[in-house]
């Protein structure tokens, strides 16, 4: 069997309210394009919840409601059960949701159309190497489901780039790369052993830069120099050989 991992499908409604490819609202379409490229299952879901996945004025993804949340789950999972040989779902969650989102999550999980769990790499610039993540990967560790990381919409450093495709190809990119890096760095795999993490588009950069983030933990340039009281000199980032906060 040959699953796709990384496939996004939206309600009619939500083209209505927000910009998006019209090939996000075309289920028939993509059924067929997967069929005819011998795919098997897909698994879909939302970056953004029921929220858009471009840069809207006024609009704040992090801010949804438990109930729009709860009806856009309700949504797919019943798309789920009208393609159930080819279609499965992964719940949105915000890293950094309050207990009231996280137990919706979890309220969402017990339905059998949904396999994982899919959330951004960052939250207006704030990276998952935060401890405000800790909720939230203990609960994935918990529920011991694959967790896809996906870029937000709006990609750390990208608040005044107005080229799209820009956004889209190389921002998104980079914010991956920067997500998943921080989850290493904070510890959350050793923390959380049970974790099954997937990064969207390869995850970034990450198989490019192995000697950089070796260095990047253990930063022995900045070793050699002293300051004059004898401290080591080394800025914030690299604390007794620690790794970085976010």
């Not at 949340?69 to 949701?97: C, E, K, T």
């Not at 890096?181 to 923390?191: P, V």
Request: hydrophobic share 40%; net charge negative; aromatic share 6%.
């Amino acid at each position: 069997m040959i699953i796709d991992i990384h496939g996004h499908l939206s309600p009619p409604e939500a083209a209505e309210r927000f910009p998006m490819p019209p090939a996000l609202t075309d289920v028939d379409g993509m059924l067929a394009a997967r069929a005819e490229a011998g795919i098997d299952l897909t698994i879909i879901g939302s970056p953004v919840g029921a929220g858009a996945m471009a840069r809207v004025p006024g609009v704040d993804n992090y801010a949804q409601p438990r109930d729009r949340l709860r009806a856009f789950h309700a949504w797919m999972s019943g798309l789920i059960r009208r393609f159930p040989d080819q279609l499965r779902g992964y719940v949105y969650a915000n890293p950094f949701g309050d207990d009231d989102h996280l137990e919706g999550v979890r309220e969402t999980l017990a339905d059998p159309a949904f396999v994982g769990l899919i959330t951004t790499s960052s939250v207006h610039g704030e990276l998952l190497g935060s401890p405000r993540a800790d909720p939230f990967f203990a609960l994935a560790a918990e529920a011991g489901v694959p967790v896809l990381v996906h870029a937000p919409a709006e990609p750390a450093g990208t608040e005044r780039v107005g080229q799209t495709p820009f956004v889209e190809q190389i921002g998104r990119f980079g914010d991956v790369t920067l997500g998943m890096a921080m989850i290493a760095f904070a510890g959350w795999l050793d923390k959380y052993p049970g974790l099954r993490l997937i990064g969207a588009t390869g995850g970034g950069a990450l198989a490019l830069l192995p000697e950089r983030l070796q260095t990047a933990a253990r930063p022995r340039h900045w070793e050699i120099g002293r300051a004059s009281g004898g401290e080591r000199v080394c800025p914030g980032l690299c604390r007794s050989r620690g790794a970085p906060d976010q």
